[in-house]
C-alpha cells in the first residue's frame, strides 16, 4: 500500500532549540548511474533545455511501448538550476501531436531509488509501482504519458512547490524532443495525494513559471492544500505515519537549509531516526518512524513559531499562494479524510471560482484517502479526455 502524507511536513515545525548547531542537512547518497549527473555548464541553460535522452529498455507490462528518458534543466525551491529527469512512454505507432498526459506518481522517498524513473525498473516488491499496467488503458487509445520524478535530484519530499516546477519543465523538455512527435500535442496533468500536490503547484505555478505553455486541463485528487493546517490537524504526539512526517521536514530541509534546520533541532534519538530514512522508501520510513511524535524527537518539548521555520512552509502550501491555474481543473476528493484537511481544499476551490478558474470539483462518497483515489481517477480521465477533443469544460461552482 502506498500511504502518502507528504504535507505531514507541518510537523517538523520542532522547536527552534538555542546554541550552536550540532548536525547539518542530511542528503540521499549519490546516484551511481552517471545520467542523473549536473553537467558543468547547467547554468547556462534556461528552464526546460533538454540536458540529454537515452532510450530505456522496453517494459514487460508495456507491450509496443517506447520508453525515453529525459534529462532536463529545471529550478529549485529557491531559484537555483537543477537538473531533474522525467520518463517518457510512447505509443510506438504513435502520430504526432497525440495527447501528451504528465502524470505525477505518488514517491514516498528519500533516496535515488525511490524516485519513479528507478520504480519502472526495480524488482524489490516494496517499490513496484503495481498501477503501472491500468495505463496501458490510455497508451492504446494513443496517448504519451510524461512521469517526472518531482522529488527532483535532492529526493525532496515534502517540498511541494519543486514538484510543480519540475512538472512544467518536463513538459516542455518532451516538447522539445522530436522524435517523440508532442511538439504541439494537447497537454493534461494528474495526479493524487503528493502527485495531486505536483500537478495543483503545476497547474498554479503556470501562468508565471511557463506561461508559454498550453495546458487543455489539471485533474487532481486528495491534495493537501495548506501543510500549515496539516500541522495543527495532526497535533504533536504519537502517530503511525510519523515516519512520514520525518521524512517531509528532512525533504524541506534538502530545499532550504539555512531557513529550515531541523538536523540542528532533533536530539540524539531523532538524528538516529533521521539517518535510518535518509536513504530510505515508503515501507522502511513507516517503519522507522512509527509510534513516534515530534515531542520524541526534538530538542524541546515546545512547538516552534519561528517565522523563518513557518515561512518555508506557508511557502508550500498551496492555499497560501495568490497565482490560480490558468487551465481548467478537475479537483475530486474523500469528504472525510483521514490524511488530508478537506476545509483547505475547499477554501482553495472557492478562491479558484471566484477567480475565475473553470473548475469541476468532486467527492467520493467514502471515508478513505487511497480509496478516493481510486474512485475519482475514472471521471478525472475522461474529464481529461473531454479536455484534449476541445470540449467546452464543465463548471459547478454555483453548486456550493
Not at 534556461?46 to 507491450?63: H, I, N
Request: charge should be negative.
Amino acid at each position: 500500500m502506498r500511504i502518502r502524507a507528504t504535507a505531514l511536513a507541518g510537523a517538523a515545525l520542532l522547536a527552534l532549540a538555542t546554541g550552536s548547531a550540532v548536525a547539518q542537512p542530511i542528503y540521499p547518497a549519490p546516484d551511481p548511474d552517471s545520467f542523473y549527473a549536473a553537467p558543468a555548464d547547467l547554468a547556462d541553460h534556461k528552464p526546460g533545455d533538454v540536458l540529454a535522452t537515452r532510450t530505456m529498455p522496453s517494459l514487460s507490462e508495456f507491450p509496443d511501448i517506447d520508453v525515453t528518458m529525459i534529462k532536463f534543466r529545471s529550478t529549485g525551491s529557491e531559484g537555483n538550476p537543477i537538473a531533474a529527469t522525467t520518463t517518457v512512454l510512447s505509443p510506438r505507432n504513435r502520430k504526432f501531436d497525440a495527447p501528451l498526459l504528465s502524470l505525477q506518481q505518488i514517491i514516498n522517498g528519500l533516496g535515488a531509488q525511490c524516485a519513479v524513473s528507478r520504480a519502472l525498473y526495480t524488482t524489490d516488491p516494496n517499490l513496484i509501482m503495481r498501477e503501472a499496467p491500468a495505463w496501458n488503458v490510455l497508451l492504446q487509445r494513443g496517448w504519451s504519458i510524461a512521469l517526472p520524478d518531482h522529488l527532483g535530484p535532492g529526493s525532496a519530499y515534502g517540498a511541494a512547490k519543486l514538484g510543480g516546477q519540475i512538472t512544467l519543465d518536463g513538459i516542455r523538455a518532451a516538447q522539445r524532443v522530436p522524435e517523440l512527435k508532442v511538439e504541439y500535442s494537447p497537454i493534461g496533468m494528474t495526479g493524487y495525494s503528493g502527485g495531486g500536490m505536483a500537478t495543483a503547484w503545476a497547474a498554479a505555478l503556470a501562468q508565471s513559471y511557463a506561461p508559454e505553455l498550453r495546458i487543455a486541463g489539471a485533474a487532481m485528487g486528495g491534495v493537501p492544500m495548506n501543510l500549515v493546517t496539516m500541522l495543527e490537524t495532526m497535533g504533536y504526539g504519537a502517530h503511525p505515519a510519523f515516519g512520514l512526517a520525518m521524512a517531509a521536514g528532512i525533504g524541506l530541509e534538502r530545499e532550504y537549509p539555512d531557513r529550515f534546520p531541523l538536523s540542528e533541532q532533533l536530539n540524539a534519538h531523532g538524528l538516529a531516526i533521521r539517518d535510518k530514512l535518509a536513504n530510505s522508501c515508503t515501507n522502511d520510513i513507516l517503519a522507522a518512524g512509527a509510534g513516534q511524535g515530534a515531542v520524541d524527537v526534538a530538542k524541546t518539548t515546545i512547538m516552534s513559531t519561528d517565522p523563518t521555520a513557518r515561512a518555508v512552509v506557508e511557502e508550500n502550501s498551496l492555499e497560501l499562494f495568490g497565482g490560480v491555474p490558468n487551465m481548467p481543473v478537475f479537483e475530486w476528493h474523500s469528504p472525510i479524510d483521514g490524511l488530508v484537511p478537506v476545509d483547505a481544499i475547499l477554501a482553495t476551490d472557492r478562491r479558484y471560482c471566484g477567480s475565475g478558474v473553470k473548475l469541476w470539483t468532486a467527492e467520493e462518497p467514502v471515508p478513505d484517502h487511497l480509496t478516493a483515489a481510486v474512485l475519482g481517477i475514472p471521471a478525472a480521465l475522461t474529464w481529461l479526455d473531454a479536455r484534449f477533443r476541445g470540449e467546452t469544460p464543465p463548471v459547478n461552482c454555483w453548486t456550493w
